[in-house]
Structure formats: C-alpha cells, structure tokens
C-alpha cells in the first residue's frame, strides 16, 4: 500500500494533528519547531531521543520538544501507522501557563516515550474529533487539557493548583444551565471561578462526577426530551438545543436514550406509530 499521509487544523484550540499510515520510511535525526505528542496505531519503530534508545509499538507515546533532535527507524520492515497532535512554541506555552497558573519558564516534557492506555484513547478521542471538524469547543479543550495534564506531570516538581472551593462549582452548574444552548468554552467558566482551566475540568469531574462538557450535553438532552414529547420535529429540537447539525443529535440521543429522536417522538404520539 502506498504511504498516506494526513494533515489536519483545529482553528479552535490552535493546533494541527498529522496521520502517516503504511510509512516505511526512516528519519534521521531531525528537529521540529514544534512539540510534538504522538502515538502508534501499528508497527513499531526504534526511536533515539536524547542519548538513549527506545523501542516503540502499537499505542506507545512518544513525547518530543520543540527543537529537540531525535531519530524515528522503523522495526522489522513493518509499515508504521503513526498519528500526532502538534503545538508551536507559543500555543504550548500558553495552554501549560493555563495547567500551572503561578507560571513556569517553558512546556518541557521529561520522559521521551511513555505507555498508558488512558492517555492513548484521549488521544485517539481528541484526533478523531479534530479530522471530522467534529465536537463542541468545550469537549475539545477539555480532552487538550486532559491530555497535557498527564504529558507534563512528567515533571519532577509538579506545581500544586489552588483547590476550587465547592461553591465555585456551584456557580459553574448554575451557569451552564442558564447559558445550555451557547457554545461555552472552558475559558469562559474557568473564568467565572478565577481559576486554571485544566484544574478546574478536574475538580468539576471529580466533584459532579463527570466534566463539564459531560454535564452541558445531559442538560440538552433533557431538554431535548421535554421537546420531543410535546411534539417539536427532531431537526427544530437538534437546532434549538445546540447541537451542531441533526445527524451528531441523533447519535448522541440514541446514544444515550436508546432510542432515535423519532422514535422517542412517537411514543408520546396519540396513535404511538411512526409516521411515515
């Protein structure tokens, strides 16, 4: 099979996200101008980075900083599928001064290559979303944020975050609910509490029991529901709940309901049959 290879722009979170699939390519030692986070769907490879080396295969991460040399072989004649989420210099800079409020000097990363699963499926989560222009400005931040928590807790002297106080959750839930059919973003209610956006993710997950985005989409649903119930059409209810088009509101409401929007309509019709 021919190499592909695949770039996609997030204009929303500033950053890009390549895919190579079938690559049998070897890359000597090269830089970046960017931090690169990337991950192996398949194959394997022997990667140098910084005097030592490291063999690589499905799901191992691999973390590389702006301008830092490294080498990428690949193992065994097999075909690598690699995908990648890069940040420049300067977006780095800002989303790590976002996770550390009191602010450090640069975004490093300490460990070159790591395995965590959990990571590995945020990652696929956050570039899926990304190729297919998909997903809410909130979820995407929320999985960026995730993501780079995790990648710069490899530091060894992790700054502690102020806690956020249980009333300051409190105002974000009352806010989401007033604000339901806006396009929130996590600036905005990070903004409200005065507090880092990737710690406030965090603590409203741990505190409400899921994130934020999580607990925006429940409340459109609900009211999605009442809609369907009284009759409303599924597109005029996807439209007025704030979902971004009719196919992602029926996915997401089978997904959750069991059931597709008409269907749902139907069971509190009169006659309780699905027009045709």
Known sequence: MKPQRYIYHDDELGIDAYRLKGILQDFPTHIHDFHVIGFIEKGAEKTVCRHRTYLT?????????AGEPHTCNSLDNTPLDY?????????????????????????????????DQELYQTLSQLFDLIKAGAGTRLQKQELLYQILEQVLEQKENKQKQQAVATDAIATITTYIAAHWTENLSIEELAGL????????????TRKIGISPYRYLLSIRLEHAEKMLQQGCAPVETALQCGFSDQSHF???????????????????????TVAK
């Not at 509490?193 to 409203?204: E, I, P």
């Open 193 to 204: 509490v005065g507090c880092s956006k990737s710690y406030l993710s965090r603590q409203f």
């Open 83 to 115: 995908r990648a989420i890069t940040l420049s210099r300067q977006i780095m800079l800002k989303y790590s001064k976002d996770i550390y409020p009191e602010g450090i000097p640069s975004a490093y990363f300490t460990a070159p290559v790591i395995n």
């Open 250 to 272: 029926i996915t997401t409401f089978k997904r959750f309901t069991g059931f597709t929007p008409r269907y749902y309509t139907c069971m509190f019709s009169e006659n309780g």
């Open 57 to 65: 295969g499905s799901q191992s991460i691999v973390l590389f900083n």
